[in-house]
């Protein structure tokens, strides 16, 4: 007879959830995971992303934008965790429960240099709705820890991705970009991650000020021409400058952001410095604003990763795949090196990071760490998140 692995390697059906910078939705992914660290195996069964109603998503944004009050976060905590029972039992009709439902929530404030982050979505109103153990909270615990609480998906990335002779960097273009660092035959210990800066976020942001849309379909409206001295002054932002391990939020890429970009963008129309920007519009803007996405995680990538051009799989996923527009400046960005979508290795850019979450909830139940030195800058690994015990939390402990 052969070995038998030990108990807490058995099958698990889990509901990895998140709710990301982008505002757009809650992503749910029912998976089957059995098996731990290295060995761990993990399958997508189903995916499902459900919108926020709109007046819930505005009262998140001015919540983000520090526009609301103690009891209107509280009252939002409620109704997150709410909207995230209402997607986990949407999932469940649809495709069959899970014993384990591993939930980010949605966060509204990540400040690291106060050592302070706060994500939302009641995990007891997820227990109490849908019957299921939940792992959430993951992010305090690494603060706790001395890091940065993000990046959190590199042990994910490291689990599915690494490759015994390739380098690989693994993007994610969520509202914000994040880049995890693979090199060839890697160990936990090897691997390096940090946001590189702004994703969707400031491409969306544009896109409700200029357009009210919500966000720029396949990169259509990114038709204009790019801003030169405007993109080359704003890529010497100080986050773009700074070395990892860092992580950026809409405090850092967010409306405020958006306002002194167009700002700058009219006094330099005005000036004799850049007479080719003279007379921009709002195509230009988002032009310029994609640009600006591309640049700065090429250039992230180029004097950070220690990979040189062309030695590297560049794997993207997230909302950026769906933006062609976006995908070919990437591209033209990182050449020589292969660009992939999660699909080409056989991931689902959808439902990658809902995915990555319930490896996360999958590890904490089985007493693993996996938040990444590397990654957040603490000084050990730590398990991550809290659990709130479901209908069936003896039975999972047994």
Not at 19 to 32: K, N, P, V, W
Not at 156 to 180: E, M, P
Not at 337 to 351: I, K, N, P, Q, W
């Amino acid at each position: 007879m052969g070995q038998q692995k030990p108990s807490n390697w058995r099958l698990m059906r889990i509901l990895g959830m998140m709710a990301g910078t982008s505002l757009d939705g809650i992503d749910a992914a029912l998976c089957e995971i059995e098996g731990s660290g290295a060995d761990l195996k993990a399958r997508v069964v189903a995916f499902e992303c459900l919108p926020y109603e709109p007046t819930l998503r505005e009262r998140l944004l001015k919540a983000c934008s520090n526009v609301a009050d103690v009891r209107e976060v509280a009252r939002l905590n409620v109704e997150v965790g709410e909207a995230f029972a209402a997607t986990a039992l949407h999932v469940f009709e649809l495709h069959g429960r899970a014993e384990i439902i591993a939930s980010h929530g949605q966060t509204i404030a990540h400040l690291p240099d106060v050592k302070a982050t706060l994500q939302i979505g009641e995990g007891a109103v997820l227990a109490e709705r849908t019957g299921a153990t939940v792992v959430c909270n993951f992010r305090p615990r690494d603060v706790a820890a001395g890091g940065q609480g993000a990046p959190l998906v590199p042990y994910a990335d490291w689990v599915l991705l690494r490759h015994a002779t390739k380098n690989r960097v693994v993007l994610n273009i969520g509202g914000i970009a994040n880049v995890s660092i693979l090199p060839a035959n890697c160990t936990l210990d090897d691997v390096r991650a940090w946001d590189t800066g702004p994703g969707n976020m400031l491409i969306d942001a544009a896109m409700g000020r200029y357009f009210g849309l919500s966000f720029d379909a396949d990169g259509e409206f990114a038709s204009g021409e790019v801003l030169d001295s405007l993109l080359e002054e704003v890529l010497q932002h100080p986050y773009l400058q700074r070395r990892p391990p860092k992580t950026a939020g809409r405090e850092d890429f967010g409306s405020e952001f958006l306002e002194q970009f167009a700002l700058r963008a009219d006094v330099l129309a005005n000036s004799d410095i850049s007479p080719e920007d003279v007379n921009w519009n709002a195509h230009d803007l988002l032009a310029t604003l994609t640009r600006l996405t591309v640049r700065s995680i090429a250039e992230s990538i180029h004097r950070f990763s220690g990979f040189e051009r062309g030695d590297y799989e560049l794997i993207v996923g997230g909302g950026g795949t769906h933006n062609s527009t976006l995908m070919r400046m990437l591209a033209e960005e990182v050449a020589p090196s292969a660009v992939l979508r999660h699909e080409d290795v056989g991931l689902s850019s959808d439902a990658k990071e809902a995915l990555a979450f319930a490896i996360l909830g999958s590890e904490t139940l089985r007493g693993v760490a996996t938040s990444v030195p590397g990654a957040t800058g603490a000084p050990a690994a730590r398990v991550l998140g809290q659990i709130v015990p479901g209908d069936n939390f003896r039975q999972l402990m047994a």
